[in-house]
């Protein structure tokens, strides 16, 4: 009987499917078990085998919680919206539902061909209508509530409306729009339906603003920070430049302190949360207002600024405002305008990761115009620079170089004078990073105090004066939820006058249109600007022809969609009862599973993904629709496998290759080549590179200089990516190694949190190590497993693999438990077993890591039903207890031969069981020793 790997593997992947031996039942008498992957966006590339990673791992221990006797839900589904499908539906015109539908297909297959034990039927789709129906009814949700600072929740915005008709806004402690002007009830009730409406936008949760965004030309619209790298676009690497525009907005902010306390009560990697924590950025301080000083043709206005260090007020000398501070081209001079105007239209080409990064470049432009000091009274001239940004505290920052080293810097470039008014007090970054702190100040009311109690004094002096008060600050912005594109979740919003309204929820979905090209229409409106039929009638309920838009019954709909972070922000909630089509999920199914008890996914997601979801459950939970305020309760960050990759190297201005061994001392290009025309030699496969239709004509002509008759690549360990030819096909290592083999090879290349570089030649030693597993169990002349009772050896090693096993899934040090089976599969072969009651407990223990060889062998042992429903071996610390001790017995220090005694024997036995040993006489040769030392346990030395 042959291990026939991919006859196995395909009857049990068929076996699983038919069966549908993983589906999940929403209420059992076992306890639940929750395992989610960060689900994936199906490219057209496939997978490759760094992808898989994380989701065998997850397996893995979904697996082994079922033999544990959980009820396991392990989901899987697709984050199918998104910039790629779209930006080839503008290249080819293919719809980008086709493409997405199509590289679904290819996923769902290479998923399958792993074996994984997802439950399939409750796949989620994030651009299926039924799916995104439900992401509209959340957003509508947001949009109909408002953040309650007393009782420190979202409550729905009826409650604000009868406040304001009661008693209007003065005793309201909302999360809302800053400038938010008084009134009294009897104002709103005077005020328009219109007035109204415009007033309650500044309080809802997601709100229209006109907002500072990332708006990349060449792709027609908006982009997270996330989406950026190096000031390009992520996709594309298109130039990305600050634009304002008018945009729907989430107002993550309110959450800010809930989202930082949230951390201390989930079990995620510290490096994970320290991320979330300096995103969130909390700052303690105060708000201080600076008046600016009027000109004869101008008014006076006012900066706000935050600062954490209030009393350094009198170290003032200058104040910087953002580029895209509103308030710039109000104060700006004449005789400025020209100098701010080149530098703003010069800073909206840097994206603001750029500008946070770049601490050494100095450069900014003086308005014109001056603040007074709220003190002193004395003017303070005021610059814009770009390392301040406008979506951070105020977007105004009072600079005090003589206690900054950013503001020094400034303040010396541009020759702005820094007051002395410390006498040689220390005022370096050290001095300022002290318990006790510098106090920059030369005011009697601040003078002689430590830095807690100048603080103090200074927000209370401030607040006096009526030009200050204590505040916490959040670098926490808002966040912006309009993207320009076509392929997203539509808005369920159409526009009656200018003012967004609400589709009813009954009314649900509201389906993408179809457009003749997905591009932005030519006088700039976002591809949905297209649609023909994209107009809501609010008599029949239903999308009709822009032809019939009369303002009256039929308004225009909204032409933005959704960002990819939509989807993704509930889609595990939706997992636990994903075929409801009446509600978002049951009471029933949200209060069984509750929450996600181990997810797995990337740590690049931290301040995205694993942030805004964050922000939904909790404000869902505001709502009473779920039933717990943090959604996954342990988090692990799998690391990458990484790509081998292989270099060309051209010499600079010829066609002409070295090999590379000759390019020391050469001008040359490295060039990407496939690893597919490299072999274990790192010898280059000439014609097979010259005869490659993607490269074209780039190498037909070329010169290869060889060494020693071959061409030798370089080589480098980089991100697995199609970019760099260096990708790893997974059906390539199925189709030879077998999935099992696959599986085995990822968790053994090392811990799944660290980065790992990829080599299909290692991929060999688990293929031997399972084809020795099978002939443990069978040869050629079929199954040789017997009733045989287990020898005391048989059991040891059994049970301290189940022991070391289960320590490591635990764990999640699944790298060790595969040395750990093959350290057993040596063992057993050497000890001849064949006893079935060591061999089926063992394939339990392996069926997690490799589920189809131990399917098939669990099977020819003549068991029902799949192995995946079998309890997991219990470990018996008995049979690891040793009865007896194998002493190394000496003589004068030196080791002669070895004696197997009872660890119960006493000292005295011992002595006289080795004397009496006939190994021991012919050492003595009839002397009588002079000593003999007996360490239990240990050694006996004869000291002749």
Request: charged fraction near 25%; charge should be negative.
């Amino acid at each position: 009987m042959k291990y026939n790997f991919n006859e196995i593997e395909a009857k049990w992947q068929k076996y699983w499917a038919e069966n549908q031996t993983f589906k999940a039942i929403n209420g059992s008498d076992k306890p639940k078990y929750y395992v989610l992957d960060m689900f994936p966006y199906p490219s057209g590339a496939g997978l490759h085998v760094g992808h898989p990673l994380g989701y065998i791992a997850s397996d893995i221990y979904a697996r082994y919680k079922r033999h544990q006797g959980f009820n396991v839900l392990h989901p899987q589904g697709y984050d199918s919206f998104g910039l790629p499908a779209e930006q080839y539906a503008i290249q080819t015109g293919q719809h980008p539902a086709i493409t997405t539908a199509e590289n679904i297909k290819t996923y769902r297959r290479q998923l399958d061909q792993i074996g994984f034990s997802f439950d399939w039927s409750r796949e989620v789709r994030t651009s299926d209508p039924s799916y995104y129906k439900w992401t509209q009814w959340i957003f509508i949700q947001l949009f109909n509530s408002w953040y309650n600072n007393h009782t420190d929740k979202a409550e729905d915005i009826s409650v604000l409306e009868t406040i304001f008709s009661s008693e209007g806004n003065e005793n309201v402690n909302a999360v809302c729009d800053d400038n938010i002007e008084p009134f009294s009830a009897e104002d709103w009730n005077a005020f328009s339906s219109e007035k109204q409406q415009q007033i309650l936008l500044q309080y809802r949760l997601t709100y229209l603003a006109e907002t500072e965004v990332n708006w990349c030309p060449a792709l027609g619209t908006v982009l997270a920070n996330d989406e950026i790298v190096n000031g390009v676009s992520e996709r594309g690497g298109h130039p990305v430049i600050r634009k304002k525009m008018t945009q729907w907005s989430m107002r993550i902010s309110a959450y800010a302190e809930r989202l930082l306390q949230g951390l201390e009560k989930i079990d995620w990697t510290d490096s994970l949360k320290e991320s979330q924590r300096n995103w969130i950025g909390k700052s303690v301080g105060a708000s201080v207002t600076f008046n600016v000083i009027a000109s004869e043709t101008k008014q006076s206005d006012v900066i706000d600024v935050f600062t954490t260090r209030p009393d350094t007020i009198f170290g003032v000398s200058f104040m910087t405002l953002a580029p895209e501070h509103e308030l710039v081209s109000q104060i700006t001079t004449p005789e400025q305008k020209e100098a701010v105007d080149a530098y703003i239209l010069k800073t909206a080409k840097r994206s603001e990761r750029d500008r946070m990064a770049d601490v050494k470049t100095i450069s900014g432009v003086f308005t014109g115009a001056y603040a007074e000091h709220p003190f002193s009274k004395e003017p303070i001239p005021v610059w814009i620079g770009d390392y301040v940004l406008a979506g951070y505290g105020t977007g105004a920052v009072m600079s005090v170089p003589c206690g900054d080293e950013r503001d020094y810097a400034f303040a010396k470039h541009f020759g702005i004078p820094i007051p002395n008014i410390f006498d040689g007090v220390d005022i370096s970054e050290e001095a300022f990073s002290d318990k006790e702190k510098t106090v920059i100040g030369n005011s009697d009311f601040l003078n002689g105090m430590n830095y807690k109690k100048a603080t103090k004094r200074a927000i209370y002096e401030l607040e006096q004066i009526g030009q200050g008060q204590g505040k916490t600050n959040y670098r926490l912005r808002d966040a912006v939820f309009s993207r320009q594109r076509y392929w997203g979740e539509p808005f369920p919003v159409y526009y009656v006058n200018g003012m967004p309204q609400m589709i009813d929820a009954a009314h649900l979905p509201i389906k993408l249109p179809e457009v003749e090209k997905y591009l932005p229409t030519e006088t700039g409106e976002p591809p949905l600007g297209n649609a023909t039929v994209w107009a809501w009638d609010t008599e029949k309920n239903e999308v009709v022809s822009n032809d019939l838009i009369d303002n009256k019954t039929i308004h225009p709909l909204e032409l933005n969609t959704m960002p990819g972070w939509a989807g993704s922000s509930w889609y595990f909630n939706r997992y636990m009862d994903a075929n409801n089509t009446e509600e978002f999920a049951s009471k029933e199914a949200l209060n069984y599973w509750k929450d996600v008890d181990l997810y797995i996914g990337g740590s690049e997601h931290a301040t995205g993904h694993l942030l805004y979801s964050r922000f939904w459950q909790k404000f869902l939970f505001d709502k009473g629709v779920v039933p717990v305020d943090e959604y996954a309760k342990k988090l692990i960050n799998q690391g990458m496998i990484l790509g081998t990759s292989a270099f060309v190297y051209r010499e600079e201005g010829t066609n002409t290759y070295l090999s590379f061994g000759l390019i020391e001392n050469k001008k040359v290009q490295p060039l990407h080549v496939k690893v597919k025309y490299v072999n274990a030699s790192d010898e280059l496969d000439i014609e097979g590179l010259k005869n490659d239709e993607e490269f074209g004509d780039d190498y037909a002509d070329a010169e290869f200089i060889l060494e020693n008759g071959v061409y030798k690549v370089g080589r480098d360990v980089e991100k697995m990516s199609k970019s760099k030819y260096n990708v790893v096909n997974p059906d390539d290592i199925v189709s030879d190694y077998g999935a099992d083999s696959l599986r085995l090879y990822e968790m053994f290349l090392g811990p799944l949190e660290q980065y790992k570089p990829w080599n299909t030649a290692g991929i060999t030693g688990v293929h031997s190590f399972l084809k020795k597993l099978w002939k443990l169990y069978a040869d050629d002349n079929g199954l040789k497993v017997t009733d045989a009772t287990p020898t005391k050896d048989n059991l040891k090693t059994l049970h301290k693999t189940i022991k070391k096993v289960k320590e490591d899934i635990e764990n999640f040090s699944f790298n060790t438990s595969v040395s750990t089976f093959m350290i057993a599969a040596n063992e057993l072969t050497a000890q001849k077993c064949t006893s079935k009651e060591i061999l089926e407990p063992l394939l339990v223990l392996i069926s997690p890591y490799a589920p189809h060889i131990a399917e098939e062998l669990w099977s020819q042992l003549r068991n029902n039903g799949s192995i995946s429903k079998a309890p997991f071996p219990e470990f018996d610390a008995s049979h690891l207890v040793e009865s007896s001790k194998n002493y190394p017995i000496s003589f004068n220090g030196k080791m002669r031969f070895t004696m197997e005694l009872p660890m119960d024997m006493s000292k005295d036995d011992i002595e006289a069981a080795v004397l009496a040993h006939e190994k021991t006489q012919e050492q003595l040769g009839g002397r009588t020793p002079k000593k003999v030392i007996v360490v239990p346990g240990k050694i006996v030395n004869i000291v002749g």
